[in-house]
């Protein structure tokens, strides 16, 4: 495109950024990976507050390392109601024909900007969204930890919305994200599907991000249970075969609820005063739950604490997989088809 002067001036697709965020430390750094990124910068970034009761006053130092970025950058709030509510939220904010969504933990890499640009300019005009390439760094010195290793498995998820680029029309025709799910767990293939379903594509991107593995204690293994719900909200959206669907790694959900089962029998049976029925089912609990914790400890480090912490909740985790399955079953066992909710 010829300039006014006749120098020739470039074009590109425009987009906007959006980022959910719950004002974490790691927001900066974010935000400063984009702008270190070369290429064309976004049209519009929007941040999306979704603490329950925002607090203007933590937001000077994250917005502070956007530079002149600054002025095309808006915060707005969602009220606490989880990434897919947060991520609606900056999609009723943007006019750019797509949108990029960020997860605040992440860092772009150097050339974002630009290969964002050239994924977007590849597209067909069927296709409705691509996916970045994550990349998740590691320790080299020794073996990763069960968190570090969950972490990991970002790298091959499908559709993840870490660093996931849609065009906003497409995102208007489905409906945006259903914002039943509150954890940011499935909320990324529940769309994906969605739009598929309409006749979209979705493909993969060469822009590539960073998503470094955050601190966790050690019971962040035992809470991620909860992400059970959703897979049981999954089954009732898309059916039983959403796995193959979703192209999701099918876990151990069978095997958990076969080992909870085997402990309640035990217990039941012990009440009911039939020693060797329980005797039996105890058994079958703790060859069930010794499989579980050693699958997970020889793929560690097997350090003290990480030992430790292994054995623990690998007795707790079938039994409380178990409860969020068969209560997200129950409550989501009339769930209609998402539609939008009104802005």
């Not at 009723?92 to 933990?105: E, G, H, I, N, Q």
């Not at 049981?232 to 669907?245: E, V």
């Not at 097997?302 to 054995?311: G, I, P, Q």
């Not at 079938?318 to 989501?332: E, I, K, M």
Request: glycine share 10%.
């Amino acid at each position: 495109m010829t300039g006014p002067n006749g120098a020739t001036r470039t074009t590109h697709t425009a987009y906007a950024v959006v980022v959910p965020t719950l004002v974490r430390d790691t927001l900066a750094d974010c935000l400063a990976a984009l702008v270190a990124a070369t290429g064309p910068k976004p049209d519009e970034i929007v941040l999306v507050d979704d603490r329950p009761g925002p607090d203007p006053g933590r937001w000077e130092h994250p917005l502070s390392v956007l530079g002149d970025l600054r002025e095309r950058t808006i915060v707005v709030a969602s009220g606490g109601r989880g990434p897919a509510a947060a991520r609606n939220t900056g999609l009723r904010a943007v006019t750019s024909p797509w949108v990029a969504f960020l997860d605040d933990d992440v860092q772009v890499g150097p050339h974002w900007c630009d290969q964002l640009v050239e994924d977007l300019a590849d597209t067909s005009p069927d296709t409705a969204g691509v996916q970045g390439v994550i990349a998740v760094p590691l320790p080299g010195e020794r073996r990763p930890t069960d968190w570090e290793r969950g972490t990991a498995g970002l790298a091959q998820a499908r559709w993840i919305t870490a660093d996931m680029a849609y065009r906003t029309d497409a995102l208007k025709q489905v409906g945006g994200f259903d914002e039943r799910f509150r954890r940011a767990f499935r909320e990324d293939a529940d769309l994906a599907l969605r739009v598929l379903d309409a006749g979209w594509r979705i493909r993969q991107g060469r822009r590539t991000t960073r998503h470094p593995v955050r601190p966790a204690d050690r019971w962040v293994s035992l809470r991620a249970q909860r992400g059970n719900a959703d897979d049981a909200l999954m089954r009732h959206l898309h059916g039983p075969d959403w796995w193959q669907k979703a192209i999701a790694p099918r876990g151990r959900l069978r095997r958990h609820l076969a080992v909870t089962a085997a402990g309640a029998a035990a217990c039941g049976l012990a009440v009911a005063g039939r020693r060797r029925a329980a005797a039996t089912a105890a058994l079958g609990w703790a060859v069930g739950t010794g499989e579980f914790a050693r699958a997970r400890i020889v793929a560690g480090p097997r350090t003290r604490y990480e030992v430790t912490t292994m054995l623990v909740t690998s007795a707790l985790i079938p039994p409380a997989a178990t409860w969020h399955w068969l209560n997200g079953l129950w409550r989501h066992r009339h769930a209609p088809a998402w539609r939008e909710v009104a802005p």
